[in-house]
């Protein structure tokens, strides 16, 4: 397949617990950008790439929220000490720089117990 | 204020009928327009860009007014296959706002 892949596709977390969500964008894709999706809400900016370069964290809600993506391709979302708000899906999605669509993964549904 | 804002309905038709969506953007600088589509537990995809001129994709129109900051989606001859959650979305400068989505069911 060549979409966006993410994993796990499910996780339940007890409360404090650490958790990392990984990203696999269109091999290609120069932009990748996470987003947070609660119920019921359209997709909330969390942080934006391009190539390695984390040029916009400004959506990240804490500093527990953490993302990388060293090499230029995959990615990973880290969230430390994990509280009940944290529950939602986190979609990735990324994007040619020649245009606009973004393409996004099927998201990871992280519930916090 | 959200960047973009979006009658959540629900907006629940029959089918064969024409829906109209309607979305406001805030930020007068956004660059390109979107309509998204979400099936429920999916993720978005995109249904259309949005030009000034207006675009059509068979059932599916598209408006943007620049000067009311206002964008629409017009579908006729609503299918079942049509309901979905519908996001309207602005892009300024490096990021994608969303609105919170307009559901939408098609009855029988």
């Known amino acids: 397949g060549a979409g966006v892949s993410q994993s796990p596709r499910y996780k339940v977390a007890k409360r404090g617990q650490d958790v990392a969500l990984r990203c696999d964008p269109i091999s290609g894709h120069v932009s990748l950008f996470w987003y947070q999706q609660a119920l019921g809400q359209g997709p909330e900016f969390l942080t934006y790439f391009q190539n390695e370069a984390q040029l916009d964290k400004s959506g990240l809600p804490s500093d527990r929220f953490f993302a990388e993506r060293p090499e230029g391709s995959v990615s990973t979302l880290k969230i430390q000490r994990t509280q009940q708000e944290d529950s939602a899906v986190y979609l990735c999605?990324?994007?040619?720089?020649?245009?606009?669509?973004?393409?996004f993964g099927p998201g990871t549904r992280l519930t916090v117990l | 204020r959200k960047e973009v804002e979006q009658d959540p309905g629900p907006f629940n038709v029959p089918e064969g009928a024409t829906v109209a969506f309607n979305c406001t953007y805030s930020n007068s600088a956004s660059q390109s327009f979107f309509w998204y589509r979400q099936d429920c537990r999916k993720e978005p995809k995109l249904l259309m860009s949005v030009y000034s001129s207006g675009n059509e994709d068979g059932r599916f129109t598209a408006q943007l007014n620049r000067a009311s900051q206002y964008i629409s989606l017009l579908i006729r001859d609503s299918k079942l296959s049509d309901s979905a959650t519908y996001l309207c979305v602005a892009y300024t400068g490096n990021q994608f706002y969303f609105g919170t989505g307009t559901s939408l069911t098609v009855i029988p």
């Open positions: 999605a990324s994007n040619h720089l020649a245009g606009p669509e973004q393409f």
